[in-house]
């Protein structure tokens, strides 16, 4: 089922990927309505094969967006590329359905693109439902040091230290224009000619990294991705997938594929040892939390990374291709 805009040559086509979020998304496809007034634009929605009456919700309020209700799960990433494929914008812009735009964040974030065009993406800034900061906007590439920190738990320890919360960017609250390495795909634009030379998302990441991996091919390509802090949405975050240890099983097979694309041989190395010990890791510090401290949500952590680890051959290799 498709419905097709209405709009004619819009400056940005705004894709969004639904997945049993029906009332989320709907809020934000509200937002995008309310919140995008100097910019012209389509909406692309995707729903992949949502159970709680997504599709048939959104068909009902909004019956001119394009609107894909495909009949089996894409993934985020392919999804992307399928909507994309109907996009007409000059811009990509990439939104989540657990987002709210606010204060015109679309219009900012296109006003920003076109004064910065060496960036070639360009994100905002994220807060979570109560308004309070929410740091998942952007990322530095991950590398060794970051890994072994995470690995370690210094960078839980730490998390507003720059040192130890390098990925994270620790203790920057987003509130400056700055370039970065990666735009998180909650919020992420890009021109449409450049998401169609890179051929957008790399299809093995069925849900995470793909983001990531998009950002650093872009900076291979000459690109600076900045983020602005005048265009700000609320990213609820999490809404999608409630399992932590299927999460976590997601999060570090898409990190192990980014570090087989993006890393060199030898820093490989130390990768994988470090990726193998990870685990270990956690349920010795999770188990001495809640042996010393009593604390029983430790030990509930250390029973998810013992399942981790004996799931360890679903995440060791990466996706496959």
């Known amino acids: 089922m498709t419905k097709e805009s209405s709009v004619e040559n819009p400056t940005v086509s705004i894709i969004v990927i639904s997945y049993n979020t029906r009332d989320l998304t709907l809020d934000c496809i509200r937002s995008v309505f309310d919140q995008a007034k100097d910019v012209s634009f389509e909406v692309i929605v995707l729903d992949n094969a949502s159970t709680d009456g997504s599709a048939e919700a959104i068909a009902k309020e909004f019956p001119d967006i394009n609107l894909i209700a495909s009949k089996e799960n894409s993934g985020f990433a392919n999804g992307n590329n399928l909507a994309a494929k109907q996009a007409t914008g000059e811009y990509i812009l990439l939104l989540n359905p657990d987002t709210v735009v606010l204060d015109h964040a679309i219009d900012k974030i296109v006003q920003f693109a076109k004064a910065h065009p ?159 010990c990870l685990p270990l890791s956690k349920i010795v510090t999770h188990w001495l939390y809640s042996t010393l401290l009593r604390k029983k949500d430790r030990k509930t952590n250390a029973d998810t990374w013992k399942e981790i680890w004996a799931r360890r051959s679903e995440w060791l290799a990466g996706f496959s291709t």
């Open 118 to 276: 060496e960036a070639t993406v360009w994100g905002g800034r994220t807060l979570f439902g109560d308004r309070s900061l929410n740091t998942t906007s952007c990322w530095r590439r991950m590398t060794v040091w970051s890994l072994f920190c995470y690995a370690t738990g210094l960078s839980g320890i730490f998390p507003s230290s720059g040192l130890f919360n390098t990925e994270g960017y620790g203790g920057w609250k987003r509130d400056t224009v700055r370039e970065i390495d990666i735009v998180t795909g909650c919020f992420l634009l890009m021109k449409r000619s450049l998401w169609e030379e890179l051929g957008g998302f790399d299809r093995r990441f069925f849900m995470y990294g793909e983001d990531a991996d998009l950002c650093l091919r872009a900076k291979k390509r000459g690109g600076q991705p900045m983020i602005t802090p005048d265009a700000t949405i609320v990213h609820y975050g999490g809404q999608s997938e409630k399992v932590v240890a299927d999460k976590m099983i997601r999060l570090l097979t898409a990190k192990v594929t980014l570090m087989q694309q993006h890393w060199n041989p030898v820093a490989k190395i130390f990768g994988y040892i470090l990726f193998y």
